[in-house]
């Protein structure tokens, strides 16, 4: 079964730091790229960072320029994110989600690729407060 | 960024009814739209991908459409298990966005 945990999760006063983990089984995780999704309390879902399959290239909201970093390790089938000078804004639960893709390799004259999130592990609370 | 707008924020429904749920985007995003279903305390959980393409387990009462800039997913008739959020979201261009979210209640 595909399976993705979080932990690491916790309170932290503002300013504060965290590394929260996201462990995947199941599938082949050095094949995936992986993102970290987050959603306020009563609010929706916000993206929040990715990171390729080899770790070679990321990418981040503009709310974690600065603050946020991904990283992953392969051998232990595990993707990070460091978040630096938390505020209480970035209170949420945060998922990583595998992304998958798919192909309408058929279509002329080119095919197109879509890509989606379509393993979601159950979320890490983080709270910012003092 | 691109934003994508859901409408209704909230419905009532009944078990058996027929629900349509919009999803505008501010620019033209092709058919790279993703629909999540997400039930209280839950993760979200993939239902459509590329606008109307049904994730392998999801019942076919599930349905997408749409293209450019509109959207609509369909439960064409609502199961008691259906009662949840449901979010679009884009992937045509980072920061992927998501709708603010659809609320489906028991009326």
């Known amino acids: 079964e595909m399976q993705l945990v979080e932990s690491g999760g916790g309170f932290v006063q503002p300013g504060g730091s965290l590394t929260i983990s996201c462990a995947a089984s199941?599938?082949?995780?050095?094949?995936?790229?992986m993102h970290w999704v987050r959603q306020a309390p009563g609010k929706g879902l916000v993206w929040v960072a990715r990171?390729?399959?080899?770790?070679?290239?990321?990418g981040l909201a503009d709310f974690g320029q600065g603050r946020f970093a991904i990283s992953r390790d392969n051998a232990m089938n595990t993707v990070f994110l460091r978040m630096d000078n938390l505020s209480p804004e970035d209170t949420a639960v945060y998922y990583c989600?595998?992304?998958?893709?798919?192909?309408?390799?058929?279509?002329?004259?080119?095919?197109?690729?879509?890509?989606?999130?379509?393993?979601w592990g159950k979320g890490t609370t983080v709270a910012v407060s003092a | 960024d691109i934003q994508m707008t859901q409408s209704p924020s909230s419905l009532s429904a009944s078990v058996g009814d027929r629900v349509t749920i919009a999803c505008r985007a501010s620019?033209?995003?092709?058919?790279?739209v993703n629909w999540y279903q997400q039930k209280v305390g839950a993760a979200p959980k993939l239902l459509i991908y590329?606008?109307?393409t049904l994730e392998n387990g999801v019942p076919s009462r599930f349905s997408g459409s749409g293209s450019g800039t509109d959207f609509t997913l369909t439960i064409s008739r609502l199961q008691p298990e259906d009662f949840a959020t449901y979010h679009c979201?884009?992937?045509?261009?980072?920061?992927?966005?998501f709708g603010q979210g659809t609320k489906v209640e028991i009326k």
């Open positions: 979201q884009q992937s045509s261009t980072f920061p992927w966005t």
């Open positions: 620019q033209n995003i092709g058919t790279y």
């Open positions: 990171i390729k399959s080899d770790g070679t290239n990321t």
């Open positions: 590329a606008a109307s």
């Open positions: 989600a595998r992304r998958q893709s798919y192909s309408d390799i058929w279509r002329a004259p080119a095919p197109r690729y879509f890509y989606f999130m379509d393993v």
């Open positions: 199941g599938f082949t995780f050095s094949s995936f790229e």
